[in-house]
């Protein structure tokens, strides 16, 4: 700045003049110096060190390069520049220093910030992730950070040590809490969900207070994810999780069997005992051959040893159309190719009620595809439902309009 004024004032120009004309000179050439050192930085350093990032056999550096990382640390270099400039303003060298100082904290924040990002996706790259996802847990070191820098930022501006601020938050702790209850408690849910395993990313949950029911896409300090199955997403606070109750489908998912659990409701007036016709028709069934022929002897053989009437068909033990039909289904759902055989398969009858007899399927599909499992579903009571008059028995249903339509007319009087 000296050389300058001094080759200002050999040019002519006034002392008082030239001290401005100089300082003015310096800022612009430390305004171009910081520009095209900002320049060379990005267009030549960071596209050096890019090529070498994309093309190395590394992949987690990958990571940092698309969060901007090296970017953002550029931004030091202007700031080195401009400290050097400073001692040529040794009037405003303090208050420059200050600038520099704030400046450069907001940039390694905004670095760090970067870093954990990446770090955060780095992570996610694992197995492990869907079950200890560490976002929560990214958020609170950014928050300590943001907060230390913001500590470090003031008592710079103030002169001030930074150990006084802190001193001084033990004072403000109450609204501290009140400022940060969101993010205590999810950080506290956070933790107890990573430690129990409540929940992963990719688990289909229900919680019908919030509406949601679907796959869980994201879980943060604050919030967690859910797209349902009409592809909206509902946000769920985290603590939401542990202080009420939600249902979680990942012990289906992971047994690899999905639930069937449904009823045909057979009208009882339709139900009696097999005629010799029936059971005739009954033994060409594939499925109930074998069942036909082994219950015949058992009755038989109970009637003979019981000395039962066979004549009267109260008497002794006789087959009934709703018990054929029940061991027929078993036999058809056990041999459907989309069962699973290593789960539990029941056909039973459950209380009788004003709709009909109950007849239940619980059983569970081989795969737990929401439209396979549909499908499967569907195939099965079609068929049910199809076969159901074979046996000489009536789905139950309400009457409908055409029903009414098809009784006979009485005539007006």
Same mark, same amino acid.
């Not at 004032?9 to 003015?24: H, M």
């Not at 946000?235 to 639930?259: E, V």
């Not at 599909?365 to 074979?390: K, R």
């Given at each position: 700045?000296?050389?300058?004024?001094?080759?200002?004032?050999?040019?002519?120009?006034?002392?008082?003049?030239?001290?401005?004309?100089?300082?003015? !000179?310096?800022?612009?050439?430390?305004?171009?110096?910081?520009?095209?050192?900002?320049?060379?930085?990005? &267009?030549?350093?960071?596209?050096?060190?890019?090529? %070498?990032?994309?093309?190395?056999?590394?992949?987690?550096?990958?990571?940092?390069? $698309?969060?901007?990382?090296?970017?953002?640390?550029?931004?030091?270099?202007?700031?080195?520049?401009?400290?050097?400039?400073?001692?040529?303003?040794?009037?405003?060298?303090?208050?420059?220093?200050?600038?520099?100082?704030?400046?450069?904290?907001?940039?390694?924040?905004?670095?760090?910030?970067?870093?954990?990002?990446?770090?955060?996706?780095? %992570?996610?790259?694992?197995?492990?992730?869907?079950?200890?996802?560490?976002?929560?847990?990214?958020?609170?070191? =950014?928050?300590?950070?943001?907060?230390?820098?913001?500590?470090?930022?003031?008592?710079?501006?103030?002169?001030?040590?930074?150990?006084?601020?802190?001193?001084?938050?033990?004072?403000?702790?109450?609204?501290?809490?009140?400022?940060? =209850?969101?993010?205590?408690?999810?950080?506290?849910?956070?933790?107890?969900?990573?430690?129990? $395993?409540?929940?992963?990313? *990719?688990?289909?949950?229900?919680?019908? =207070?919030?509406?949601?029911?679907?796959?869980?896409?994201?879980?943060?300090?604050?919030?967690?994810?859910?797209?349902?199955?009409?592809?909206?997403?509902?946000?769920?606070?985290?603590?939401?999780?542990?202080? /009420?109750?939600?249902?979680?489908?990942? @012990?289906?998912? /992971?047994?690899?069997?999905?639930?069937?659990?449904?009823?045909?409701?057979?009208?009882?007036?339709?139900? *009696?005992?097999?005629?010799?016709?029936?059971?005739?028709?009954?033994? &060409?069934?594939?499925?109930?051959?074998?069942?036909?022929?082994?219950?015949? =002897?058992?009755?038989?053989?109970?009637?003979?040893?019981?000395?039962?009437?066979?004549?009267?068909?109260?008497?002794?033990?006789?087959?009934?159309?709703?018990?054929?039909?029940?061991?027929?289904?078993?036999? %058809?759902?056990?041999?459907?190719?989309?069962?699973?055989? @290593?789960?539990?398969?029941?056909?039973?009858?459950?209380?009788? !009620?004003?709709?009909?007899?109950?007849?239940?399927?619980?059983?569970?599909?081989?795969?737990?595809?929401?439209?396979?499992?549909? *499908?499967?579903?569907?195939?099965?009571? /079609?068929?049910?439902?199809?076969?159901?008059?074979?046996?000489?028995?009536?789905?139950?249903?309400?009457?409908?309009?055409?029903?009414?339509?098809?009784?006979?007319?009485?005539? !007006?009087?």
């Amino acid at each position: 700045m000296n050389y300058i004024k001094d080759l200002l004032v050999e040019l002519g120009v006034s002392t008082n003049l030239s001290v401005y004309l100089a300082s003015i !000179a310096i800022v612009i050439i430390a305004g171009i110096v910081s520009i095209a050192a900002n320049f060379i930085t990005k &267009k030549v350093v960071l596209r050096i060190v890019s090529h %070498y990032i994309r093309n190395n056999r590394y992949r987690w550096d990958n990571y940092l390069l $698309d969060r901007k990382v090296f970017h953002k640390l550029s931004h030091i270099v202007p700031a080195i520049i401009l400290y050097y400039f400073s001692f040529s303003f040794s009037a405003y060298h303090s208050l420059i220093l200050k600038g520099i100082t704030i400046y450069l904290i907001i940039v390694v924040l905004l670095v760090l910030d970067a870093f954990l990002n990446a770090v955060n996706d780095i %992570y996610r790259t694992y197995d492990i992730s869907r079950s200890r996802p560490i976002k929560g847990y990214v958020q609170v070191v =950014k928050i300590f950070l943001f907060i230390i820098g913001g500590i470090l930022a003031i008592s710079n501006l103030i002169g001030e040590s930074p150990v006084i601020l802190i001193s001084g938050i033990g004072a403000l702790s109450a609204v501290m809490l009140l400022i940060f =209850k969101d993010s205590l408690l999810g950080l506290v849910a956070g933790i107890q969900l990573s430690t129990n $395993d409540m929940v992963q990313v *990719g688990d289909w949950i229900e919680m019908p =207070k919030y509406g949601a029911d679907g796959d869980i896409i994201d879980i943060s300090l604050h919030t967690v994810k859910v797209q349902n199955f009409d592809k909206t997403i509902t946000t769920i606070p985290s603590y939401a999780l542990i202080s /009420d109750s939600f249902k979680n489908w990942r @012990g289906m998912q /992971d047994a690899g069997g999905r639930r069937i659990k449904r009823a045909v409701y057979i009208d009882m007036n339709s139900i *009696g005992f097999c005629t010799p016709e029936m059971i005739g028709k009954f033994k &060409k069934i594939h499925l109930l051959s074998e069942y036909i022929l082994d219950k015949e =002897k058992e009755i038989m053989h109970y009637n003979l040893e019981n000395e039962i009437d066979p004549t009267v068909s109260v008497n002794g033990r006789a087959m009934t159309n709703i018990g054929v039909f029940r061991a027929y289904v078993e036999r %058809y759902v056990e041999q459907h190719p989309k069962i699973h055989k @290593g789960m539990t398969r029941i056909v039973r009858q459950l209380a009788p !009620a004003e709709n009909g007899l109950p007849l239940e399927i619980y059983a569970f599909t081989n795969d737990i595809n929401w439209a396979v499992y549909e *499908g499967v579903q569907s195939d099965i009571f /079609d068929h049910i439902l199809a076969v159901a008059p074979e046996f000489g028995l009536h789905v139950f249903q309400n009457p409908s309009g055409q029903d009414f339509k098809s009784l006979p007319k009485v005539g !007006a009087y």
